[in-house]
């Protein structure tokens, strides 16, 4: 699932993220935005919505296989 293998985030999905790093030569901290896409809590809630619509349409169209015998 993507969700999970981007890192669990549990906000809106993104296209960049931004990082912390430290310079070595002064020991500041500063800022670095990198393009990586990353899933959001959208992605898990519609794939459970669908999941679960799948689920619900599967008895919907329940083949009835028993006869009566008299």
């Known amino acids: 699932m993507g969700w999970a293998a981007t890192g669990f985030h549990w906000g809106w999905s993104k296209t960049s993220v931004t990082e912390m790093q ?8 500063f ?12 992605i898990l809630v519609v794939s459970m919505l669908l999941t679960g619509v799948s689920f619900g349409a ?13």
């Open 31 to 42: 800022p670095v935005t990198t393009n990586r896409l990353v899933f959001g809590v959208e």
């Open 22 to 29: 430290v310079d070595e030569i002064t020991g500041l901290e």
């Open 58 to 70: 599967s008895f919907a169209f329940e083949k009835n296989n028993s006869r009566e015998t008299n």
